[in-house]
């Protein structure tokens, strides 16, 4: 089973911060904290990973709290190319580990 | 390419045959994983490779599942005397080196295989 919480879908403007919330309140100390992006037909795009201290990249920003227990994804300036499911995964630090999926958040940018 | 490649992308059976989906990961990748994404849902782990070996087949779903990497690049997952059960489309994901804890590498995948069994 997934070990996070996200909501189903949400909304934003064009251009407007999205901020996806994401709760993993049984996050052990090794897990680290990953978002994936699936757009319609393709496969999930990795979008960003951290362990406890937030992140900065050049698709998003990774806001993860001091207790660990819950995390944003924040994607600064939204556009319509940014639609898609959003999955929040926990998992350990070796690349032997398998992804665990949810359901994901539906984030619908719109004009 | 660069990234990872996945063929054919569409792939239609009649139930009873077998079938053979390809993974090209990106070059140099250590770790192979496939997974199953049944329409509405999220993608389910099925199986894992380091190099050659297979290190855990825990998600194939039946002895029908059968997956391999012989030379260490190019998977192959085939699936025999295919059911309806198992449309659904069929993601490979490659990441780089395992350096043990320090080898936190995110998987990239491919856009997959969609199989449809009439």
């Known amino acids: 089973d997934a070990k996070t919480t996200q909501p189903t879908s949400m909304d934003c403007a064009e251009g407007r911060a999205a901020n996806l919330p994401c709760n993993h309140s049984t996050i052990s100390g090794n897990e680290y904290v990953y978002w994936y992006r699936q757009i319609h037909s393709q496969g999930p795009q990795y979008i960003i990973h951290g362990l406890k201290n937030n992140e900065t990249n050049e698709m998003a920003s990774l806001i993860i709290t001091e207790d660990r227990k819950s995390s944003t994804l924040i994607l600064p300036h939204a556009t319509l190319r940014d639609t898609a499911v959003y999955y929040c995964i926990v998992r350990t630090g070796t690349n032997t580990d398998k992804l665990i999926f949810g359901t994901g958040t539906r984030l619908q940018v719109f004009p | ?118």
């Open chain 2, 1 to 118: 390419g660069a990234g990872v490649s996945q063929s054919p992308r569409y792939k239609v059976a009649k139930r009873g045959q077998d079938v053979a989906l390809r993974c090209d990961p990106i070059s140099g990748h250590v770790s192979l994983f496939w997974y199953q994404q049944a329409l509405g849902q999220g993608p389910e782990f099925l199986t894992y490779f380091q190099n050659e070996a297979q290190l855990d087949k825990s998600g194939l779903p039946s002895d029908r599942f059968f997956a391999e990497r012989p030379e260490g690049s190019v998977s192959t997952l085939k699936i025999q005397r295919t059911q309806q059960e198992d449309s659904a489309v069929y993601l490979c994901a490659s990441s780089g080196r395992d350096r043990g804890t320090f080898g936190n590498q995110p998987q990239h995948f491919g856009d997959g295989t969609r199989l449809s069994i009439l």
